[in-house]
């Protein structure tokens, strides 16, 4: 077992109390057992995340992330009710994390959808998007930035919370070997003081990042659907990542880095879900101490 695998595999109560608590939203099953065609009902998922030395202006901060839209020639419902909560509250962040269309390869008919999504995204601090394997037309991410999205490629852009930096880091690439070591190799060193987010469409990015530049406090990622048609339990039988199961969907805690993978907003290949509902993720973060 290489190291990696170990600390993936550490249990829960192994981590030390230093690294706080992961504290979920409690809530009832609340999405749909199975969904057909379109997305109307949806999950939006909250936890509180806390950070060993989260500079205080980051207290409570919020950011919201979705990912894997993969709009194709229709609008799913349920995005009316997101971009409505959105405007009510608007989070300080919002995250896209790849696969804003389904078709690879001719992407037209989805345009229109992907523009009366982007062109409706509130946001304090902005929203930031890294590109995922079906986002390979030269049109969709030009057209996500024209927008007033920052689309991210592999670097860093800092942005200032009430006089605390905040690095946003996008792991940007088609396929998983796109997200190389060598690009991996250029992210500037982690400066003092600061909070380090990275952006990547897939989960299993985040150990190369490990290796190469150490612990992020957050990794967001998608790409996995959360199995996308799972039995029941929620247990997937696809996961598209090499990455244990259990790291397709939800909060986990890999070395000192918090791992969110979202299940997506969308469907791939197949238009259904099953006892996978699609997702909303929200995370607060909270200070802690060493």
């Not at 999504?117 to 590109?131: E, F, N, T, W």
């Not at 690095?167 to 600061?194: C, E, F, K, N, S």
């Amino acid at each position: 077992m290489d190291g990696n695998q170990a600390i993936l595999d550490r249990p829960a109560a192994a981590v030390p109390a230093r690294t706080g608590p992961c504290r979920a939203i409690a809530r009832p099953w609340c999405g749909p057992w199975i969904e057909l065609g379109v997305i109307r009902r949806y999950e939006w998922n909250r936890s509180e995340l806390t950070i060993d030395n989260l500079p205080p202006a980051l207290d409570g901060f919020r950011i919201v992330q979705f990912s894997d839209l993969h709009l194709d020639s229709a609008w799913h419902p349920g995005l009316d009710d997101v971009l409505a909560r959105l405007h009510e509250d608007p989070p300080d962040l919002l995250l896209i994390t790849g696969d804003f269309v389904d078709d690879k390869f001719d992407p037209r008919r989805s345009l229109p959808l992907v523009d009366r999504l982007v062109a409706r995204l509130p946001s304090r601090h902005g929203a930031y998007a890294v590109g995922g394997n079906h986002d390979g037309d030269a049109v969709v991410l030009p057209r996500v930035a024209r927008a007033g999205v920052n689309v991210l490629s592999v670097g860093m852009r800092t942005i200032n919370v009430n006089g605390a930096a905040l690095q946003l880091i996008g792991l940007a690439g088609l396929t998983r070997g796109d997200v190389d070591t060598q690009d991996l190799l250029y992210v500037p060193p982690r400066a003092p003081g600061t909070a380090r987010v990275v952006l990547s469409h897939y989960p299993d990015a985040i150990l190369p990042f490990q290796r190469h530049n150490g612990d992020p406090d957050l990794f967001f990622a998608g790409h996995t659907h959360g199995g996308q048609v799972c039995l029941p339990g929620r247990f997937p039988i696809l996961r598209h990542d090499t990455l244990p199961r259990r790291y397709c969907k939800g909060v986990h805690r890999v070395g000192d880095t918090w791992l969110v993978v979202s299940r997506g907003m969308g469907f791939s290949t197949y238009a259904i879900r099953v006892f996978c509902p699609a997702e909303v993720v929200e995370v607060v973060l909270r200070a802690g101490t060493r």
